[in-house]
């Protein structure tokens, strides 16, 4: 349900001075311009000043507002949730979010901690998308309140090490009614930080990641089959009928990179959403890349990458043939990010959970 709420700032009088547009706000906020007309539509944090003509223009309170909303979207916040904190949001909550906005809204402060991105150089091969949101309280694996999640974590590692991959398909099996982005942000991605700081000696073709990996994937797999299946014994459409065809997500690895495995948890969350998310393995040239997206066209497209200073030539390759297409790039730290393409369709993402909150807006729009 949208809500409304009076064209005035938060003392009662109307704002003065030129109001902004929506291609300023969205360059400003750094997100794509159909993420606020979304929030406008679904929320009503759109522009409440209005120019001759019913030119509608966001005021610096709309703007406050809209930080407000994308800053706890980032931080996980359900959008819904967001979007009535930034509506509730009293003087002194839009003054701290008007202090707060970067100079550079697409370029976070730089990380300091060293110690996590050594480890992820070390295994980086195998670990996730960006930030995998383990600042979440949800339960892991998407299963009942009141788990144990650090045990279950313990575990999972536990039989890596111990190269049980039948107990560690039984650890990361997702429940029928279960959530795999909270799987991956409370389960897996934490068994892959906890491994990836044990130095162990192991004997030929013996590999715990490689363990944990194969049953990552495997419960992955199995998950998404059965709702596949649920939505075509309930007389909708397979998966790949051109009408479930139409707002796919296709997700890229950088360039002479294997697929981390939360790409798989992303597109496996995308789909428990109702979306089409697919992965694109194998060789992939820009130009291999580029007759793909002209073939398929899809909603939105997502490089997934661990690499410090990963091959963008895709990324800006899109943008210049595509410029209206979504883009979302993940990326950790900040060493790349100033080679980003300088547009608002053109998002970098340093979380899992914002990953997938800036895709569902893009699809759901």
């Known amino acids: ?83 009535e904190a930034a509506l509730a949001a009293d003087v002194e909550e839009l003054e701290a979010a008007r202090r707060a906005e970067p100079p550079v809204p697409r370029e976070p402060a730089p990380e300091t901690d060293e110690s996590a991105d050594a480890a992820a150089r070390g295994r980086g091969h195998l670990r996730a998308l960006p930030g995998g949101g383990q600042g979440s309280r949800a339960p892991a694996a998407g299963g009942t309140a009141g788990q144990n999640t650090s045990g279950r974590v313990s575990a999972v590692v536990d039989s890596a090490l111990a190269y049980d991959q039948s107990r560690c398909d039984d650890l990361l099996r997702i429940p029928v009614n279960g959530d795999p982005a909270l799987w991956w942000s409370q389960l897996v991605d934490p068994a892959w930080s906890r491994l990836a700081e044990r130095t162990v000696l192991a004997g ?55 697929v981390p495995l939360s790409a798989h948890a992303l597109a496996a969350a995308l789909t428990a959403k109702g979306k089409t998310a697919r992965i694109v393995t194998g060789p992939a040239s820009v130009r291999r ?64 959970t914002g990953m997938l909150h800036e895709i569902l807006e893009v699809v759901e729009a």
């Not at 990963?310 to 060493?335: I, N, T």
């Open 289 to 352: 890349s580029l007759e793909l997206i002209t073939m398929v066209r899809p909603a939105a497209l997502v490089l997934a990458t661990l690499q410090r200073r990963p091959d963008l030539d895709l990324v800006h390759a899109v943008h210049e043939g595509f410029p209206q297409l979504p883009v979302f790039v993940g990326l950790r730290r900040d060493d790349a990010a100033a080679e980003l393409p300088l547009a608002p369709q053109v998002q970098r993402v340093r979380s899992f």
């Open 204 to 258: 030929p073709g013996a590999v715990p990641e490689l363990v944990l990996a194969t049953a990552a994937l495997q419960a992955l797999r199995t998950f998404t089959e059965a709702l596949e299946q649920a939505v075509v014994q309930n007389g909708g459409p397979p998966a790949n009928h051109p009408s479930r065809m139409r707002n796919i997500v296709l997700i890229f690895a950088a360039p002479d990179e294997v």
């Open 1 to 83: 349900m949208t809500t409304s709420r009076p064209a005035q700032d938060s003392g009662g009088a109307r704002t003065s001075g030129p109001g902004l547009a929506v291609a300023a706000v969205a360059r400003r906020l750094g997100v794509a311009p159909a993420t606020l007309r979304t929030w406008d539509r679904r929320y009503g944090l759109g522009p409440s000043d209005r120019t001759a003509g019913s030119h509608r223009r966001y005021t610096p309170e709309d703007v406050a507002r809209l930080l407000v909303m994308r800053r706890l979207t980032l931080e996980g916040v359900a959008p819904v949730d967001a979007a």
